[in-house]
């Protein structure tokens, strides 16, 4: 059996610190986002009166479904439920509210008419998206495309858009 020699063992170690540090980032960073989504619900109106369940609907990670599922158990919004529905592509998002399609699922966007479509990939607003996520400065922002919430039959109110950047 072979001993690790003292600079490997320290690279080893390293490398475990690096990547333990960059998995609590990243899931800060999804709490941040899954909150950004929910109070999203809050401040957007969508073309048809709630009567049921908010369904926020996730394409792409299980790693952010999971915290986004955490966040929102046991919250409601305007005395409705907020539910998550793991969704395979966007064609599936009929019956949600808000669609999040992570990094990994980028493609091009069609909006589907009543959904607050929301990503965290860099190209997603010119793809079509309506909300994009973005980090600068180490913290979560975003940006919205107001153009396509009005296609889409949403009404973003001023306070979201005060907090945003408006494209």
Known sequence: METLRPGRALT??????ALTANAE?????????????????????????????????????????????????????????VTIKRLTDLAAARGCQIVFVTTSEHAAVMVPPGVLTVG????????????????????????????????AGLHVSAQLLKLSRVR
Not at 12 to 17: E, F, H, I, S
Not at 59 to 74: H, P, W
Not at 137 to 151: L, S, T
């Open 12 to 17: 080893a170690v390293l490398l475990t610190l």
């Open 25 to 81: 980032e990243r899931t800060i960073e999804y709490q941040v986002k899954a909150a950004f989504l929910y109070n999203f619900l809050k401040f957007v109106d969508w073309p048809t009166a709630q009567d049921g369940p908010w369904v926020i609907g996730v394409v792409g990670s299980e790693g952010f479904a999971a915290i986004l599922n955490d966040t929102v158990r046991g919250k409601t919004v305007r005395g409705y439920p």
């Open 120 to 151: 965290d990939d860099p190209r997603f607003v010119d793809a079509g998206g309506i909300v994009g996520f973005y980090l600068e400065d180490g913290k979560v922002h975003f940006e919205i495309r107001a153009e396509a919430a009005r296609a």
